[in-house]
């Protein structure tokens, strides 16, 4: 079973930056989309960013002009470069992998906390 996991997450000042990582292990074909989502308590997750296999991005009104989103596929790794962050970026940020056959895989979550 594919595994996904998370790093990178951590306690910044508004202003800051941060860098996640996500990196996909054990039996795989290939890997369609990846991607980065969040959710704050008591609210929905939602889409951050996402890149195709050929690195096509999408991002979220809200992140367009901070984040960005890379991936390697030779390490089966994507990124998330986060600067100029918010209170309103705290969440725990999710990575995605659409897996081929597998489908979609969740990683375990990475805790962002952006203070005042």
């Known amino acids: 079973q594919v595994q996904l996991v998370e790093s990178g997450g951590g306690l910044v000042q508004a202003g800051g930056s941060l860098r996640l990582s996500c990196s996909a292990s054990g039996k795989i074909f290939g890997i369609n989309a990846m991607g980065w989502y969040r959710q704050a308590p008591g609210k929905q997750r939602e889409l951050v960013a996402t890149?195709?296999?050929?690195?096509?991005?999408k991002y979220a009104d809200s992140v367009r002009a901070r984040f960005t989103v890379s991936r390697d596929n030779a390490k089966n790794t994507v990124y998330l470069q986060m600067n100029s962050l918010k209170p309103e970026d705290t969440a725990v940020y999710y990575c995605n992998a659409d897996l081929l056959l597998f489908g979609d895989r969740w990683g375990q979550g990475t805790q962002v906390t952006v203070s005042p």
């Open positions: 890149i195709s296999s050929d690195g096509k991005t």
